[in-house]
């Protein structure tokens, strides 16, 4: 597709449940980066990947948040035994790679994001 | 690490003019972003200054001062469509992720 495709796009679960939350980033695109945004908050980071790997995962809030990438193109956040905490919007964004010189700002471009109910 | 400030909420009147301030706190600086958030949907990008001075598109213009640790994004002719939270975002050198700070939410009243 043209742009950051997200699924689910509503997701409600019971407190302990495992939750996988799905991004497919614009075609191209080198890097991809979680965030979280909970009901009138800035954008909190999570984990960013450059290709496959995740150069920082300083942004995860606890070990039951995973993430990968696969193909240098789809990721998967994965919430392990949800906690009502967990309720936010995740967000997906990805970009080309900013070089030194280059005319590309860098810019993320977001997806719609996947609203997470943890009751 | 990075630190950026911007204020919670304004309200401005359609037609006139606002400026909303963003000021940050970085270890290193590699760009300011501008986002635009509509309630309920994806933020999305507005403007980018890595250079002191002002960048102009159309009704939105985006101002930096890297000695000052200070931006500034201007709005003019506002449409009630302009009511939004407008997010400043800061990069650190390399390809890192981008901060951003808490967003400020603008309504325009007629």
């Known amino acids: 597709g043209a742009g950051v495709s997200q699924s689910p796009s509503n997701k409600v679960t019971e407190k302990g449940k495992d939750v996988e939350l799905r991004c497919d980033p614009i075609?191209?695109?080198?890097?991809l980066y979680w965030y979280r945004q909970s009901l009138g908050q800035g954008l909190e980071f999570l984990i960013y990947f450059q290709g496959n790997s995740a150069p920082d995962k300083s942004g995860l809030p606890s070990d039951r948040f995973s993430a990968e990438r696969t193909g240098g193109s789809v990721s998967t956040l994965t919430i392990q035994r949800t906690q009502q905490e967990d309720s936010a919007v995740y967000l997906c964004?990805?970009?080309?790679?900013?070089?030194?010189?280059?005319?590309?700002?860098?810019?993320?471009?977001f997806g719609e994001g996947s609203r997470l109910t943890v009751l | 690490g990075q630190n950026i400030d911007q204020p919670t909420e304004m309200t401005a009147t359609e037609g006139a003019i606002v400026q909303i301030n963003c000021t940050y706190q970085?270890?290193?600086?590699?760009?300011l972003f501008w986002y635009q958030q509509h309630a309920g949907e994806a933020p999305t990008f507005l403007s980018y200054?890595?250079?002191?001075g002002l960048e102009e598109k159309g009704r939105f213009s985006s101002f930096l001062s890297r000695s000052k640790g200070y931006s500034y994004l201007l709005l003019k002719e506002l449409q009630m469509k302009d009511s939004a939270s407008y997010l400043c975002a800061v990069r650190d050198p390399g390809n890192t992720p981008l901060v951003f700070g808490k967003g400020t939410r603008l309504s325009v009243i007629a």
């Open positions: 964004a990805s970009s080309l790679a900013k070089k030194r010189g280059g005319l590309n700002t860098g810019e993320l471009f």
């Open positions: 970085t270890s290193g600086f590699n760009g």
């Open positions: 200054n890595v250079l002191d």
């Open positions: 075609s191209g695109h080198t890097a």
